[in-house]
């Protein structure tokens, strides 16, 4: 999304996480980005207990990866969240 005007935010990867995820139904919010553009999605994975990974495309045009790492397999507590694609 190269020609977004959208200001920097001031938050770190962790803290936009915590912005981002709703606990009561365990969601990740993704704002703008699917109701952007028509065929934009999010692609969620599950390679293990305590990871999950959330791919962004712009129709078929794959964008990027976040994996979202947890201390356990409850995860009730975020351990990291990074761009790994």
């Known amino acids: 999304m190269a020609d977004s005007n959208k200001p920097f935010t001031d938050y770190d990867h962790q803290q936009i996480f915590q912005k ?4 009561a139904d365990a969601t990740i919010a993704v704002g703008s980005f699917v109701g952007a553009e028509l065929g934009n999605n999010v ?3 599950y390679p293990n207990a305590t990871t999950e ?3 962004y495309y712009e129709g078929t045009r794959f964008l990027y ?3 979202v790492i947890y201390t356990d397999s409850t995860k009730a507590n975020l351990l990291s969240v990074t ?3």
Do not use: D, I, K
């Open 83 to 85: 761009r790994t694609a």
């Open 20 to 23: 981002a995820y709703n606990p």
């Open 43 to 45: 692609q969620a994975a």
């Open 53 to 55: 990974t959330y791919s």
């Open 65 to 67: 990866t976040l994996t």
